[in-house]
């Protein structure tokens, strides 16, 4: 499966942007669809997971509230919906996922399908 990132962009601190994640070649019918970001010189981190057995969300202590996953089948394609954006938040975002995963997983070691990210830049 192959996924593809949209919806980047620059915004100023306050404003909002929704990032598709769109599946190629597959389905995003996994267990686990996870969102990741990374800044320059930081680590990949993860910020928000589905589990797709119940449409259940998760979210990283630094979104949680300000950020909404959701998934829409039959398009096959999950959403990130970003609220209330923060300088902080600037990095590029990547979305996950592998047939494997039976858990929810904050890790990205522990997935080995991802899309090439799209850039989200906040500005103060």
């Known amino acids: 499966v192959q996924l593809v990132e949209t919806g980047g962009g620059v915004v100023q601190a306050g404003g909002s942007l929704r990032l598709s994640c769109a599946a190629a070649g597959g389905t995003l019918d996994y267990y686990v669809v996870g969102w990741f970001r990374q800044a320059p010189g930081s680590e990949r981190e993860g910020i928000s997971l589905i589990i797709t057995s119940d449409d259940s969300t998760y979210y990283a202590d630094s979104v949680k509230g300000r950020f909404t996953t959701s998934r829409d089948k039959t398009r096959n394609t999950v959403y990130l919906q970003m609220n209330n954006l923060k300088p902080e938040d600037t990095a590029v975002y990547y979305c996950?996922?592998?047939?494997?995963?039976?858990?929810?997983?904050?890790?990205?070691?522990?997935?080995?399908?991802w899309g090439r990210g799209t850039q989200v830049t906040v500005s103060s």
């Open positions: 996950a996922t592998d047939p494997r995963l039976r858990y929810g997983s904050f890790d990205p070691r522990d997935y080995n399908y």
